[in-house]
């Protein structure tokens, strides 16, 4: 167990930056949709983003939230992060704890045994995330939006998504592999911390070109 008293969620996002290690080829990635993303908030009022991922639980929930929470880090307006499913299942109980163990709040919002609906905040936020698992073009995700797929399943069973602007590949390991075993909570901050880390690396570089 991490105690959540010790892991600030600043120091957290701004850490993860910092100990990035990227191959030549992740850094392009991430360059390219952060410049796309610098491009679209150039000539429209709104961007929206939309990560999706197989069963909207684990990956893509946790780009969600650090997408958001980069947004307001390097105050980008007119920008919001969403995320999505090709099922339906729930944010899954271990995404919400290492989470919790970087100083997100959950509050539950909706109950349901089969999918919560949660509102997530942080420290000095106004309006909190709201979280539960939905198919990708749920209509509390708003369009067009550029679709980043976060898992290889999800790439390959949405050879089209209507409402994306553009699309992009950027998929992470999933830390389900971990659930039920010693290693599940050091796992699933592995995974935080990289998603953490990368969309601090792409909404910097937003910041910097617009």
């Given at each position: 167990m991490i105690d959540t008293k010790i892991i600030n969620t600043k120091k957290f996002f701004t850490d993860s930056l910092n100990n990035l290690v990227l191959t030549e080829e992740r850094k392009e990635l991430l360059?390219?949709?952060?410049?796309?993303?610098a491009n679209e908030r150039k000539s429209k009022h709104k961007v929206f983003l939309n990560f999706i991922c197989t069963h909207n639980s684990r990956r893509s929930q946790l780009a969600q939230v650090w997408a958001h929470y980069a947004i307001l880090f390097y105050q980008l307006k007119n920008s919001k992060s969403f995320s999505g499913g090709t099922e339906e299942t729930a944010f899954h109980r271990n995404t919400i704890k290492t989470l919790q163990?970087?100083?997100?709040?959950?509050?539950?919002?909706?109950?349901?045994?089969?999918?919560?609906?949660?509102?997530?905040?942080?420290?000095?936020m106004k309006k909190p995330i709201i979280g539960f698992s939905k198919i990708f073009d749920h209509e509390s995700n708003k369009k067009p939006f550029i679709a980043i797929t976060t898992c290889s399943s999800a790439n390959e069973n949405c050879p089209f998504i209507a409402d994306a602007l553009k699309r992009f590949h950027l998929p992470y390991e999933d830390p389900k592999s971990s659930d039920n075993t010693p290693n599940t909570s050091q796992k699933y901050l592995e995974t935080n911390k990289q998603v953490a880390a990368e969309m601090n690396y792409i909404f910097k570089q937003v910041s910097n070109l617009i």
């Amino acid at each position: 167990m991490i105690d959540t008293k010790i892991i600030n969620t600043k120091k957290f996002f701004t850490d993860s930056l910092n100990n990035l290690v990227l191959t030549e080829e992740r850094k392009e990635l991430l360059d390219r949709i952060a410049q796309f993303i610098a491009n679209e908030r150039k000539s429209k009022h709104k961007v929206f983003l939309n990560f999706i991922c197989t069963h909207n639980s684990r990956r893509s929930q946790l780009a969600q939230v650090w997408a958001h929470y980069a947004i307001l880090f390097y105050q980008l307006k007119n920008s919001k992060s969403f995320s999505g499913g090709t099922e339906e299942t729930a944010f899954h109980r271990n995404t919400i704890k290492t989470l919790q163990e970087v100083g997100f709040k959950f509050n539950l919002k909706e109950f349901s045994h089969k999918n919560p609906v949660y509102e997530i905040s942080f420290k000095n936020m106004k309006k909190p995330i709201i979280g539960f698992s939905k198919i990708f073009d749920h209509e509390s995700n708003k369009k067009p939006f550029i679709a980043i797929t976060t898992c290889s399943s999800a790439n390959e069973n949405c050879p089209f998504i209507a409402d994306a602007l553009k699309r992009f590949h950027l998929p992470y390991e999933d830390p389900k592999s971990s659930d039920n075993t010693p290693n599940t909570s050091q796992k699933y901050l592995e995974t935080n911390k990289q998603v953490a880390a990368e969309m601090n690396y792409i909404f910097k570089q937003v910041s910097n070109l617009i």
